[in-house]
């Protein structure tokens, strides 16, 4: 059997815990290894329930310690685009197949440039969003 996903969680929310924490229970192909949230209660609270075994108090300090293959991003949503951009150039640069998926490393961030300068046109709803 292949090795389970390394995941980060960023954001320790009831919801965060209800839609992401209790549906990976027992899933034998990811697991949680890392929970970041500002509320140092709370994130001790997750990690204890859910063992999980790093805490952070600040994303980045979980994107940089961490070797994850992956981070679910559960902040709130206008917080989402500066910690997915940075996680996902952070798991590509870290991954072996990176380099070869864009012949090099300047291809790599140039792709990488163009997605951090999308933005979504404000007020429209997920699945219709009309890039500005």
Excluded: K, Y
């Excluded at 075994?53 to 293959?69: G, K």
């Excluded at 992956?70 to 150039?89: E, K, Q, R, S, W």
């Amino acid at each position: 059997m292949a090795t389970a996903i390394r995941l980060g969680l960023i954001g320790a929310s009831e919801w965060a815990e209800f839609a992401f924490l209790q549906p990976l229970v027992g899933w034998d192909r990811a697991s949680i290894v890392a929970v970041c949230a500002r509320n140092e209660q709370r994130r001790q609270q997750v990690a204890d329930t859910f063992g999980i075994e790093h805490t952070f108090a600040e994303w980045r300090e979980l994107i940089a310690s961490c070797d994850l293959d992956g981070v679910i991003v559960a902040t709130p949503d206008g917080l989402h685009h500066d910690i997915a951009v940075a996680a996902m150039c952070t798991v590509l640069l870290r991954a072996r197949e990176a380099e070869p998926l864009f012949r090099s490393r300047t291809a790599l961030v140039s792709w990488l440039e163009r997605v951090d300068s999308l933005t979504f046109a404000p007020g429209t709803p997920p699945g219709d969003r009309a890039i500005r």
